[in-house]
């Protein structure tokens, strides 16, 4: 697995890797098509790469296979503080269960260290996702609708 800093050029693994956080328990809620047209989706992504943004991309055999990314999103679904970034998660189907969004998760965390003390995310309880943050390190904080807040000290 090679894991690389996110640049300009994926902004359509991205857009796709955002589209499986949405439709995570398996509903297709979102195509890229409406995830685009949905400001409190696209808000993740939208004008992607901005100046804080930052982000990793792990490839397998040189086919993307997933991908973490993470901004300051004031009032997203996982905000805590203006000086938290955000992280969105996505691992290609067809890739999973191989660590490739653990490897990711811990590339972030290193990516986010020299700017930033901590990380934040939102993920619903029900989500698997949720078992592997906190293996990473993430703490409950609250909970926003039917989410929960997640927060890792860097
Ligand atoms: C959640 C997701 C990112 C996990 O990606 P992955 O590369 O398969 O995860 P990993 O292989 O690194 O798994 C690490 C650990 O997380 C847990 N885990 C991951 N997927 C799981 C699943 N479907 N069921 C149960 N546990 C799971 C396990 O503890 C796993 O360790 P193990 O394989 O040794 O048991 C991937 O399933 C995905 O993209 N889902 C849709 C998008 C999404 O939900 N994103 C997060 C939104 S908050």
Do not use: H
């Not at 890797?17 to 328990?25: G, I, K, P, R, Y």
């Not at 409190?40 to 490839?59: H, I």
């Not at 191989?98 to 939102?122: C, D, K, M, N, T």
């Amino acid at each position: 697995m090679l894991l690389r800093p996110a640049t300009a050029g994926d902004l359509d693994l991205l857009s796709a890797m955002l589209v499986e956080a949405c439709n995570w328990d398996g509903n297709p809620w979102f195509t890229v098509e409406t995830a685009r047209s949905d400001d409190k989706v696209w808000r993740y992504l939208a004008g992607w790469p901005r100046t804080d943004d930052f982000g990793v991309v792990a490839e397998i055999d040189g086919v993307p296979a997933g991908a973490s990314w993470a901004r300051l999103v004031p009032g997203g679904y996982g905000y805590v503080a203006d000086d938290v970034p955000e992280l969105t998660l996505g691992v290609a189907a067809a890739f999973r269960r191989r660590g490739v969004a653990r490897a990711l998760l811990g590339a972030l965390a290193e990516a986010a260290r020299p700017s930033y003390r901590r990380l934040s995310l939102s993920v619903d309880p029900q989500n698997p996702a949720a078992d592997l943050y906190r293996a990473a390190g993430f703490v409950k904080v609250g909970v926003s609708g039917t989410s929960d807040t997640m927060v890792l000290d860097l």
